[in-house]
């Protein structure tokens, strides 16, 4: 547990064969807001109408491969209680 405190991961395995990783969580590390801001000061303004246009196109074009999409759902009428 101390490898893994000091950002080690590790292989577990049984009889020889790897069944799992332990990994360290990460950590979030804080950001102060000038640096976010001056981060997003160089980004390009997006015209909200032309993004949308964009991802319905990306949508439309990308349909024919997920197949027709699911317009309504069943509700669920397996209830315990």
Request: positive net charge.
């Amino acid at each position: 547990m101390r490898g893994v405190e000091r950002g080690e991961s590790f292989t577990i395995t049984r009889d020889g064969t790897p069944i799992g990783r332990l990994i360290p969580i990460r950590r979030r590390t804080f950001v102060p807001r000038a640096e976010v801001v001056a981060a997003f000061a160089t980004a390009p303004v997006l015209d909200p109408a032309t993004f949308r246009a964009d991802l319905e196109s990306a949508e439309a074009s990308t349909r024919s491969l997920r197949g027709p999409r699911r317009t309504s759902r069943r509700p669920c009428t397996d209830r315990v209680g």
